[in-house]
């Protein structure tokens, strides 16, 4: 490594008067647009990528950049708040952040989370710079057989979110594996469960709008039905913030989280195909598994937040690896409009501009860092407005979210539809979150699994000879 060439590379980022600018806009963009349900990180990217047309390199890849980490903090805002994670990659988070929430400790709950993203972000973007190589040789060995054991992998953590019945936490992920066979096969393009008529089945149910209305809509009936009976209590959050970031004795508990999460983030947003959504779930379960106690895991614990807010943000770092050494998007646009191609022989051809994106990168986390510490304040009053205005607001916000993604009425009616059953499951106390992992694992499970067996003419038992399988 050239370590003239990359202190020069952060000093040239660092000291340009455009750079700094644009990347805290984009972080604050990226907050805003991840905490509204449906608007991922990805999206927000996509949405504002043409703001950067007219823009050297450095200064539009740290704005994306920006969008993209502040998008990936912000959608743990909606989680702790209002039970409905902004991203996928902030699904895990509500687990223990929106019961932290429950007990009145929202802006703790916001500052961990915000602490976590940071750390896991440095961990991905210190990663990136000293090891980029040797994570990529290491993700190139995932083949289908590897994936369909890390998406297993995953889906063991099905124990450890199931609440108080397994048996009950198990019938939920059976119930999302299931709706995950619904639409066209992936592999052959056999229509499974629908009739050529039924076109808005045809990729099966959307994530994002069975997301939305499993956790923000059954949240909201919930509520409703609870003020028609007189049973609502409003919530009034006595809790004051001194502190925008967590004391010291929380950072003394949380840190093995965070430093776990953000190496389980990096590595698994380095291969291919894999993304923060999966991290989270893969790193909430090694949390648990190696906590002393265990049991405390979804009872509204930091450890919960941290593990989890860390590895969706080292993911920014773990997928910029991929992305320069194997042209796989995030940013694969902002660079092709720029008059460069993303491959491996950016790092023989382009390696300041390499150590550019490094440093960018390590801005973007700073400044998501300073916008998170000035909204915590502002963000944990939400849970103190009248319940009776904010589910209407979180209602409609949940419903346009899920119009967004298609732009199509039916994903609306997938939405409402899986808030009663959502709304269903609670009351007869069927955990929703082993759903969301089906939903999230299922599909990479099985195209992995039938080009896994493709691959070894039906012989399963030849995983057995793969270490990391």
């Known amino acids: ?165 397994v048996a009950k936490g198990l019938i939920s992920a059976f119930f999302g594996m299931l709706l995950c066979t619904v639409g066209l096969d992936p592999t052959n393009g056999i229509p499974r469960f629908i009739t050529t008529k039924q076109t808005g089945l045809l990729d099966g149910f959307q994530f994002i709008p069975t997301l939305i209305g499993l956790f923000a809509v059954s949240e909201v009936i919930a509520g409703v039905e609870r003020i028609i009976r007189g049973e609502e209590h409003e919530q009034k959050s006595n809790e004051k913030i001194t502190n925008v970031l967590p004391d010291w004795k929380t950072i003394k508990k949380i840190w093995p989280n965070i430093l776990s999460g953000g190496l389980i983030g990096t590595f698994i947003g380095a291969i291919p195909g894999a993304g923060g959504d999966i991290a989270v779930f893969v790193s909430y379960g090694a949390s648990k598994s190696a906590s002393k106690h265990p049991e405390l895991y979804g009872t509204g614990i930091p450890n919960g937040v941290a593990a989890t807010e860390s590895a969706n943000n080292g993911c920014s770092g773990g997928a910029m690896i991929p992305l320069l050494s194997l042209g796989v998007p995030i940013l694969l646009g902002a660079f092709i409009m720029k008059g460069i191609t993303p491959g491996p022989m950016m790092y023989v051809t382009e390696l300041p501009t390499v150590y550019r994106v490094f440093a960018a990168l390590m801005l973007a986390n700073l400044c998501m860092l300073v916008v998170g510490c000035l909204g915590v304040r502002f963000f944990a009053k939400i849970v103190s407005v009248e319940k009776k205005m904010l589910y209407p607001i979180i209602l409609v916000i949940s419903l346009l979210g899920a119009f967004s993604i298609n732009k199509n009425a039916f994903d609306v009616g997938v939405c409402v539809a899986f808030g009663i059953i959502g709304w269903l499951m609670n009351k007869y106390e069927f955990p929703l979150s082993p759903i969301l992992l089906a939903l999230i694992l299922g599909p990479m499970c099985e195209k992995n699994f039938v080009r896994y067996m493709n691959i070894q003419r039906g012989n399963f038992f030849a995983i057995t000879t793969s270490p990391i399988a």
């Not at 020069?8 to 805290?24: G, H, I, K, Q, R």
């Not at 994306?64 to 895990?92: F, N, Q, V």
């Open 1 to 165: 490594m050239d370590f003239s060439l990359l202190l020069s590379s952060y000093a040239t980022v660092w000291s340009n008067p455009e750079v700094l600018p644009m990347t805290f806009i984009g972080a604050l963009g990226g907050i805003l647009l991840g905490a509204i349900p449906g608007m991922t990180a990805t999206m927000g990217v996509a949405l504002l990528i043409p703001f950067s047309f007219g823009m050297d390199l450095i200064p539009s890849i740290g704005l994306l950049l920006g969008i993209y980490c502040g998008g990936m903090y912000g959608g743990s805002i909606s989680a702790i708040l209002i039970h409905a994670p902004g991203t996928p990659a902030a699904a895990a988070t509500l687990l223990d952040g929106y019961p932290m929430c429950k007990k009145g400790q929202a802006g703790k709950a916001l500052s961990v989370a915000m602490f976590a993203s940071f750390c896991g972000g440095v961990i991905g973007a210190l990663v990136m710079t000293f090891l980029s190589p040797l994570v990529a040789d290491m993700a190139m060995n995932f083949g289908p057989g590897e994936m369909f054991m890390l998406a297993v992998f995953g889906l063991s953590v099905i124990v450890a979110i199931s609440g108080k019945s």
